[in-house]
T-cell receptor, first 115, second 109 residues
């Protein structure tokens, strides 16, 4: 069964350093999402792509976060510089389309710890 | 902004008993309500969803009810089993999924 892939699974970094996370969605899924999940809370959408275009990045802290999906397939989320408050699980999800009823399939996540 | 509140944050039930998790939402335009299950160390997975034109949906031991007037929806799990232990998230969408904070369900043997 096809799954969303993410790497790395765990990342420890010091504050002010740069980090990058990678996501490979399920083949054929046009819509890709990056979420941040703080321990004890639900996922919070950071950015949504439709193919290679950003359709929603209203919650993305653009002064330090950037995301790209250059060929409309895999995606990279970058944080520079990392801050202590960025410690969280970063989840990638994909869906066939952006329609309301499209099920989102999640990757295993990248757990980021900023020291 | 849009908000989804979920209660309780932790729920402990005896194996075989029923569990109910409740959510309320603020955006009256929401018309899609999925529930996700996240087992420890694993990814969230969709277990059931309901659309606004339906008041109730059932799938074996799980069911979801929706009251659009009151803007709340609930997840019901009957005959709970050890493998039901997980964190359950509700969400509401009128275009973007807004998630609840999650309920940790503990099934006591």
């Amino acid at each position: 069964e096809a799954e969303v892939a993410q790497s790395p699974r765990y990342k420890i970094t010091e504050k002010s350093q740069a980090v990058a996370f990678w996501c490979d969605p399920i083949s054929g899924h046009a819509t890709l999402y990056w979420y941040r999940q703080i321990l004890g809370q639900g996922p919070e959408l950071l950015v949504q792509f439709q193919d290679e275009s950003v359709v929603d990045d209203s919650q993305l802290p653009k002064d330090r976060f950037s995301a790209e999906r250059l060929k409309g397939v895999d995606s990279t989320l970058k944080i520079q510089p990392a801050e202590l408050g960025d410690s969280a699980m970063y989840l990638c999800a994909s869906s066939l389309g952006s329609g309301l009823y499209n099920e989102q399939f999640f990757g295993p996540g990248t757990r980021l710890t900023v020291l | 902004g849009e908000n989804v509140e979920q209660h309780p944050s932790t729920l402990s039930v005896q194996e075989g008993d029923s569990a109910v998790i409740k959510c309320t939402y603020s955006d009256s335009a929401s018309n899609y309500f999925p529930w996700y299950k996240q087992e420890l160390g694993k990814r969230p997975q969709l277990i059931i969803d309901i659309r606004s034109n339906v008041g109730e949906k059932k799938d074996q031991r799980i069911a979801v009810t929706l009251n659009k007037t009151a803007k709340h929806f609930s997840l019901h799990i009957t005959e709970t089993q050890p493998e039901d232990s997980a964190v359950y998230f509700c969400a509401a969408s009128s275009g973007q999924l807004i998630w609840g904070a999650g309920t940790k369900l503990i099934i006591k043997p």
